[in-house]
């Protein structure tokens, strides 16, 4: 279908906000995940925290970074090390989830599990005002490698 064409048929408020979230997906980091994860772990850097105030700390108004999973997966594992208090929210196909640290994890943000098929948009918040430098380290393996 042409651009053109779609604006015909989508109200010109919805048809903006269409081209706005396109963009925002399009700005962040796109990660292709599948059952063949290379490196294993994949890690990856960026800067957390945002203007954005929402219920999983301050984020940005875009993501982080986009997981393409391109095939469900029986385990994944997804934590972040960064300074400061970092969060995780994950937006994708079972919904939203927002991942605080806790004792367990050795206090960082970290979650596991089947991962179903699609595309989750990833933002590495913080409880703080601050912006810290994060590692997004992401596995199939049940155990972090040290």
Same mark, same amino acid.
């Given at each position: 279908m042409k651009m053109c064409t779609l604006f015909k048929f989508v109200p010109p408020a919805l048809a903006m906000s269409l081209v706005i979230t396109n963009a925002n997906f399009a700005e962040a980091e796109v990660l292709k995940i599948d059952s063949n994860l290379r490196p294993d772990p994949l890690t990856v850097n960026g800067t957390s925290g945002g203007n954005v105030q929402s219920n999983c700390g301050n984020i940005d108004s875009k993501p982080n970074q986009i997981l393409q999973v391109t095939e469900s997966l029986p385990?994944?594992?997804?934590?972040?090390? /960064? +300074?400061?208090?970092?969060?995780?929210?994950?937006?994708?196909?079972? #919904?939203?989830?927002?991942?605080?640290?806790? *004792? !367990?994890?050795?206090?960082?943000?970290?979650? /596991? +599990?089947?991962?179903?098929?699609?595309?989750?948009?990833?933002?590495? #918040?913080?409880?703080?005002?601050?912006?810290? *430098? !994060?590692?997004?380290?992401?596995?199939?393996?049940?155990?972090?490698?040290?």
């Open positions: 385990y994944l594992r997804l934590a972040v090390e /960064s +300074g400061g208090q970092p969060t995780l929210l994950i937006d994708g196909p079972g #919904g939203r989830f927002c991942v605080l640290a806790d *004792s !367990y994890s050795g206090g960082k943000p970290e979650i /596991s +599990g089947y991962w179903k098929a699609g595309d989750y948009s990833l933002y590495v #918040g913080d409880l703080s005002k601050g912006q810290y *430098s !994060y590692t997004l380290s992401i596995s199939q393996q049940k155990t972090p490698k040290k």
